[in-house]
């Protein structure tokens, strides 16, 4: 009990580690996936960003670190069920947020 205790802590600080706040740069990381586009920022939302693909829908980021990539699942198709694959979803990268005008 006592050595699962010990990795779950060792665990949970490793994760903790892999924080926001230690974001790579944009040009590290385009130059690391220059395949995937960025997104574009909702300006006054930070949470929220517009897809680079079709139909462009605007897709909540909340907790998603800037340079991560995410998938859009409005481009996934749909499998045999009728529930989209993501799989088949189209990846992006989240942008740095803007800052509000003030």
Do not use: W
Not at 75 to 82: E, F, L, V
């Amino acid at each position: 009990m006592k050595l699962l205790l010990s990795f779950s802590i060792t665990a949970f600080a490793l994760l903790s580690l892999n924080s926001c706040t230690n974001t790579p740069n944009s040009g590290d990381a385009a130059s690391a996936n220059p395949k995937y586009p960025d997104a574009y920022p909702v300006a006054g939302d930070p949470n929220k960003v517009v897809s680079p693909y079709r139909p462009y829908n605007v897709i909540n980021v909340k907790g998603i670190c800037q340079g991560h990539f995410v998938r859009d699942m409005s481009t996934a198709k749909k499998g045999a069920d009728g529930k989209p694959d993501p799989a088949t979803a189209k990846i992006f990268r989240v942008p740095a947020p803007t800052k509000s005008a003030e």
